[in-house]
């Protein structure tokens, strides 16, 4: 890419020289995360994570792949192969401990990502493409992590297994026999468990192939920043090594403290009890329940309990919770205000921090509650807020507000004006 | 077009939910909402116990465990296995090797005859696992009035707050005849039908009330503790209930201790982050001028 004052790769060493020469790969990495990349110079903490989510993907793929050394993916053995690397596997409990609760962090971090661009509306032109690749990225996470949890065949892991399977038999005719294709047999047994495995194993490479995609789509128009002005002129930007380097490094800091307290000192918090007891096939655990990260979307399944003509409530149900992560693919075109962030938009904001937050934090808190009232009727009403807000706020909003006035540029936000940007050689127009 | 079709999907699934609302809330209001059971009613969360392994310095109290597996193994392990515990692991509660293996070979485990093929039973070795106290499913049920005794090696971690839970299981048992909740209420009066059937036995901790255990720990001195302690029912319980905390997690103490150094070293390294942060950006970051 990118902007003209963009630095050049001048390997200094010989032996970089070398390697440059016949294969330019210094010079990728320079461009993407080194001085070769310029990016605003105003980005909030809310800009770390990306490389937060991208640390996470590294660290679930080297606890995975050892983990996999010591697992058996088998229904007969599974179970106690992870008791067997808890208790006989040098650190074989640090590195379990760390997987389950590194998908949790990775969560975190996506769920903080992905609301840091709605509120910035980092979807829109020109990022579009980074957006879709974005949530192309979160339906990979939710599979792989799904798959994961089922592979030391505990109670929850089959039960949830089953569940989750059993929402395709709510397709009308091919249900049944695509529930049946998917587990290979009528409930979850070695077959299923085998091939979630063997995916398991294979999606987050995948990940890793998309996550290359995003940010090469990201670098062609750049990053945006908090004011959702777009870079105007050198005086804009800063290279990303050593400004954001350093400063992506204190936030991976604090995060990973976090993490490794809650690993260290609270590794089960997250988890269930009931997957400590092997699968059962006889006997169903009192509530059946994904992990924390589902829950949201597990509430807005089970919200449908009522059958709306021919419509059956299942149906409903499974609809609306694809529908729910689907319409993030159509928010570029679905909101069309020319303001990019949410500083700057009165009416779009109000929606945001007294709509939607307050409605995903009911979705989370009744996702995980048994399904009882009063947690169906709450959740029924953020759900309900959910779909008008993607759908039907944010579509017609921008019809009614006007938005503050923005800066002229990101320097002039910084430093209060902008003397050199005034249409220099380096000017690219306007927004 | 998109946004037409938008808005035609997203008033869909809100009509479609809050006509699942409005049925709910006419249930809810003509039946009221959710029935008492006996469970709600009856049903009390586990009691507070202190344990020395509780808090992120938490450690085991060697002592205890050892009196923990003496309850186990005299009273506990005539119904339930521990089937992933080996003699070996034993060691942890610190008995030296010789100990080990003579804890090992006081227990009978299965076996085959060397001169006949036969199946048959020998003295425990330190790498053998505990045995099991059936057969099999259908012998510990049917010994049982038809419940299978659960294997105990994870049961600290397969049930909330889970050493805690034990222990009020079994110093719980009461009489439902006269047992009281918080209203003041007895069972035998408000959920007649909620009364224990044959061979099933009151416990306000069980999440169905009733279970299949008969009450284990029933008098004082029920064990002879080899350190000397005095062995009441509550002292028992909450030893049990320590090794059992060890057998689900046995390196529950090196985690904790790993902990420590791991989060002072981020600690450190996050300090020295920020300070080189804030020294690169200064270049670049306005006086404030206020
Ligand atoms: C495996 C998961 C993911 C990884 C490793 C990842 C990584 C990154 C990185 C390194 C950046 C640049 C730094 C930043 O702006 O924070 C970025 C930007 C971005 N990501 Fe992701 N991402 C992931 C998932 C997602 C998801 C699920 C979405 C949205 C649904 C998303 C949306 C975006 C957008 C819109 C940007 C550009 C933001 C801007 O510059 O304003 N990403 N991502």
């Not at chain 1, 399904?371 to 759908?391: G, K, N, R, W």
Request: proline fraction near 8%; include cysteine.
């Amino acid at each position: 890419m990118s902007f003209p004052w963009a630095k050049h790769y001048e390997p200094k060493a010989p032996v970089m020289r070398w390697i440059d020469e016949k294969l330019p790969l210094p010079r990728l990495v320079y461009n993407a995360v080194g001085a070769g990349y310029p990016v605003p110079r105003n980005l909030n903490y809310m800009w770390n994570f990306g490389v937060l989510a991208g640390f996470a993907l590294v660290l679930q793929i080297v606890t995975g792949v050892i983990l996999a050394m010591h697992y058996a993916p088998n229904a007969t053995v599974a179970f106690d192969s992870v008791e067997h690397i808890m208790r006989d596997v040098n650190w074989g409990w640090m590195l379990r401990y760390a997987h389950a609760n590194g998908a949790s962090f990775f969560f975190v971090v996506i769920y903080l990502h992905i609301f840091r661009g709605f509120f910035y509306s980092s979807y829109k032109a020109p990022r579009e493409m980074v957006w879709l690749l974005g949530v192309v990225l979160f339906l990979l996470l939710m599979a792989t992590a799904f798959m994961g949890y089922v592979l030391p065949w505990g109670q929850m892991s089959f039960w949830g297994a089953k569940v989750i399977t059993g929402l395709f038999s709510a397709i009308p005719l091919i249900g049944e026999p695509l529930q049946i294709w998917l587990l290979g047999g009528y409930a979850p047994d070695n077959a299923a468990l085998n091939r979630f495995f063997s995916l398991h194993f294979l999606l987050p490479f995948v990940i890793a192939g998309v996550v290359i995609l995003h940010i090469w789509a990201l670098h062609i128009p750049g990053s945006s920043n908090p004011t959702g002005v777009e870079v105007k002129s050198e005086s804009d930007t800063v290279p990303f090594h050593p400004y954001y380097t350093a400063k992506d490094g204190f936030g991976l800091g604090v995060f990973l403290i976090i993490y490794a307290a809650l690993t260290f000192f609270q590794p089960n918090a997250l988890g269930h009890p009931d997957n400590y007891i092997p699968a059962n096939p006889l006997s169903t655990p009192a509530h059946i329940v994904p992990e924390w990260y589902f829950w949201p979307f597990y509430a807005i399944l089970r919200a449908f309990t009522a059958d709306l003509f021919f419509l059956p409530a299942k149906l409903l149900g499974v609809l609306a919770m694809f529908a729910a992560i689907l319409v993030w693919f159509f928010l570029p075109w679905l909101d069309k205000s020319p303001v990019r962030s949410g500083h700057y938009r009165p009416l779009f904001r109000k929606f945001f921090w007294f709509g939607l937050i307050p409605a995903m934090a009911v979705l989370f808190w009744c996702g995980g509650a048994p399904a009882e009232e009063p947690y169906v009727m709450l959740s029924q009403i953020a759900t309900a807020y959910y779909f008008l807000h993607f759908l039907v706020i944010l579509p017609i909003v921008s019809a009614f507000e006007r938005p503050e006035p923005l800066p002229f540029s990101i320097t002039e936000a910084v430093l209060g004006s902008d003397k050199k940007a005034v249409l220099g050689e380096n000017t690219t127009p306007a927004t | 077009m998109v946004r037409l079709i938008g808005i035609l999907t997203g008033l869909f699934f809100t009509v479609a939910v809050l006509w699942a609302f409005a049925t709910g809330a006419y249930t809810a209001a003509t039946e009221g909402l959710g029935e008492k059971t006996a469970e709600s009613e009856f049903h009390e969360h586990p009691r507070e116990v202190a344990f020395t392994h509780d808090g992120a310095f938490g450690h085991f109290d060697r002592q205890q465990l050892q009196r923990g597996y003496q309850v186990y193994k005299e009273v506990c392990s005539a119904c339930h296995s521990l089937r992933l515990v080996a003699f070996r692991n034993l060691s942890d509660l610190g008995y030296t090797e010789a100990e080990v293996k003579a804890e090992a070979a006081s227990w009978q485990v299965p076996g085959i005859d060397p001169n006949t093929g036969e199946a048959t039973t020998r003295p425990g070795t330190a790498t053998d696992y505990f045995p099991k106290p059936f057969a099999n499913d259908v012998a510990a049920a049917a010994a049982n009035g038809n419940a299978i005794p659960p294997d105990l090696s994870l049961m600290a971690k397969a049930r909330h707050d889970g050493p805690a839970y034990i222990y009020s299981l079994l110093v719980g048992y009461t009489d439902p005849a006269t047992h009281k909740n918080e209203a003041g209420q007895t069972l035998a009066q408000t959920f007649p039908d909620s009364m224990p059937g044959a061979g099933l036995y009151f416990n306000p901790y069980f999440p169905n009330l009733n279970l299949a255990m008969a009450p284990p720990l029933t008098s004082d001195g029920q064990v002879t503790y080899a350190d000397g302690t005095e062995a009441s029912i509550d002292q028992m319980a909450k030893d049990v209930s320590a090794f059992l905390a060890w057998s689900a997690e046995p390196t529950l103490e090196k985690r904790k201790q790993t902990g420590w150094p791991v989060i002072g070293f981020l600690l450190f390294a996050t300090i020295l982050a920020f300070l080189a942060k804030k020294q690169i950006w200064a270049a670049v970051t306005p006086k404030r001028k206020d």
